[in-house]
């Protein structure tokens, strides 16, 4: 399951409610073009700005409109208590695996973040991803930390930070990490400016932002048959990895999905905000460009 | 009310439920320690963590206790929604005032943080503190975005993050800002190792983790009559500094709690785990060391 291009897809919201409607589009549309698995509830899905109940529903939502595709559910919240009662709704709800972030209010110790892995995993019956982000985190993880993780029952993905754009330099980072870790668990990436790079040095999954709203074109990277190809598909969308790096790819994906005509013209939680008329045209650009010819 | 010592308390769990004679232990040593006021639910009492239920509840309780103190009660929370509803049940609940921090999981752009501070300022009754503190809401204000927030209702004090512990430079800096706020709007401060320093260089308020758990102690910081007298009441809190630095303050004041006798022997929220043996140790030998005499 965790391989290929897993396509994390927006939880758009309309009037500070759980846009039901948008949310069936967009992910009725990831499994019309046939991603490997879709991503609910990451961190472009707003996990971590929803109740329960929000969060309940939508991994419901997902998994019914998913038309068969697994469906992997962040679970992540700062309190072990609360991850799991997500991680039972996740379950009950029909995902296929979760993704716990080591999400922290006060900066976590190596030791904390080993032992939330630890109760979350014996209380699971779906795989888990281990979602390291820290940019949204703040926590760093070791490869020892890595390793000892990767040995609890049910992980079966480690996602890494972006790694370098250099291809030898990533090939030698996956193949060092690879050495460290079970065979059974498979290396994730993000970073998607990133993402053909870092699979053709070896990791098995993408975990996407962009392939949540436009699969076609971030299916394009993970199928080409060549490096170069690949490498075609990614640039490509260069238009995209430049308004990430300008307004992060949260702000940016939401105005895509408007843009679009999927969402409504705001759908994130405040107080995060929609992008300015100058960034919703220069979006409006980006949108034409790669989706032209 | 923004002024003096303001002593952030625990939030004391018990087998994951609030602890709540624990808790009104802790408000009532603070209340009768005669401290300026309490800060509940801060970074200190857990706020992060808690449900609203569970946050209504210590907000009730610390009133309470308070006899009389003014509460200041943390209404931070990563969604806008339920900043205002936890606003709405500190006021309920009958809090002096509130302290909000930007806290974030997606990192907030400057804009998204005036737009916060200016929603939840247009909804309130009571005075607001802007609570600054980069190590846990992962955002760094500008003096122009404090000047700005600085001018919206009920806004009466600014929380910075610690000062230099040079008298000079931190004495340049509390004057150079208050230049830019409101004569009506104080500064405050956090960091309890400088927090002598920061005082004497003009700061209003000193927003204190070790005057939730060791009240007579910092009050002697706050209250002595000359520089050379707070900087020895200081000090002598030398191995809580230490402590501070090596496993972070909260750790560090839940171990306190328990060795007080205060709370059980781990009242912190899982993930977040107490300190070993070692830790342990070196916190009595700090309480001894310090209470003696």
Chains 1, 2 share one sequence.
Not at 210 to 229: E, K, V
């Amino acid at each position: 399951m965790f391989t290929g291009l897993s396509a994390f897809p927006l939880t758009p919201l309309d009037d500070d409610q759980l846009d039901e409607s948008a949310y069936a589009k967009l992910i009725a549309r990831l499994a019309a073009a046939g991603v490997d698995s879709i991503g609910a509830l990451g961190s472009t899905g707003s996990y971590a700005y929803l109740t329960r109940a929000e969060r309940a529903r939508a991994a419901t939502l997902a998994v019914r409109g998913a038309a068969g595709v697994p469906v992997i559910v962040g679970i992540g919240a700062v309190r072990l208590r609360h991850v799991l009662e997500h991680a039972e709704d996740a379950q009950r709800a029909g995902a296929a695996g979760v993704l716990l972030a080591p999400v922290s209010y006060q900066p976590l110790l190596p030791d904390e973040v080993y032992h939330l892995y630890e109760q979350v995993a014996a209380n699971l019956s779906v795989p888990l991803v281990v979602y390291d982000n820290p940019r949204t985190t703040g926590f760093t993880f070791t490869d020892d930390l890595y390793a000892a993780v990767a040995k609890l029952p049910h992980v079966e993905s480690i996602k890494v930070p972006p790694l370098p754009a250099d291809p030898a330099i990533a090939a030698d980072r996956v193949s060092g990490l690879r050495g460290r870790l079970p065979a059974h668990v498979g290396i994730g990436v993000s970073g998607d400016p990133v993402a053909a790079v870092s699979l053709r040095a070896g990791c098995d999954a993408w975990y996407s932002v962009i392939g949540g709203i436009l699969p076609g074109l971030a299916l394009a990277i993970t199928r080409a048959d060549t490096a170069a190809g690949s490498r075609a598909a990614s640039d490509r969308l260069r238009p995209f990895w430049e308004l990430f790096a300008a307004y992060g790819s949260l702000r940016v994906v939401a105005a895509t999905a408007a843009v679009l005509g999927l969402t409504g013209a705001d759908c994130l939680p405040r107080p995060l905000r929609g992008l300015d008329a100058a960034g919703l045209d220069a979006v409006r650009r980006a949108v034409d460009e790669v989706t032209a010819g």
